[in-house]
């Protein structure tokens, strides 16, 4: 499966990466902003995105938003990342299109299996 990891954490992408690849069968491509997403979008074919949500420059929902126009990436389920989880901003996050958050600081044993329990719903 591929996972398109947007994240301006270099930490948090070593991590994330590492923890998908050996964990969970996920094969990364990995963006340090929304821009850099942004350029790879036309010949990316992920099949899940993973979005932090505060970034310099774009923050997560509106990468989101963007990758949306892109008629592949319209319908590709988009997960958030970020330690902004009260349940009124989770609902917010989920109104613009994600399934779901996943809570940083994340477990990287647990990651990957949040992720599919996220996609299967």
């Given at each position: 499966?591929?996972?398109?990891?947007?994240?301006?954490?270099?930490?948090?992408?070593?991590?994330?990466?590492?923890?998908?690849?050996?964990?969970?069968?996920?094969?990364?491509?990995?963006?340090?902003?929304?821009?850099?997403?942004?350029?790879?979008?036309?010949?990316?074919?992920?099949?899940?995105?993973?979005?932090?949500?505060?970034?310099?420059?774009?923050?997560?929902?509106?990468?989101?938003?963007?990758?949306?126009?892109?008629?592949?990436?319209?319908?590709?389920?988009?997960?958030?990342?970020?330690?902004?989880?009260?349940?009124?901003?989770?609902?917010?996050?989920k109104q613009t299109g994600a399934l779901g958050v996943i809570e940083k600081p994340f477990d990287p044993?647990?990651?990957?299996?949040?992720?599919?329990?996220?996609?299967?719903?």
């Amino acid at each position: 499966m591929i996972l398109m990891h947007v994240e301006d954490d270099m930490d948090i992408r070593e991590i994330a990466k590492m923890a998908l690849e050996m964990m969970g069968d996920f094969d990364v491509t990995q963006y340090d902003c929304g821009e850099a997403a942004l350029v790879a979008a036309p010949d990316a074919k992920p099949d899940v995105l993973l979005l932090d949500v505060m970034m310099p420059g774009m923050t997560g929902p509106e990468t989101l938003a963007k990758l949306r126009t892109f008629d592949h990436l319209a319908n590709v389920p988009a997960i958030y990342m970020t330690a902004r989880v009260q349940p009124k901003e989770i609902e917010e996050f989920k109104q613009t299109g994600a399934l779901g958050v996943i809570e940083k600081p994340f477990d990287p044993v647990t990651l990957a299996q949040e992720i599919k329990d996220l996609i299967a719903h």
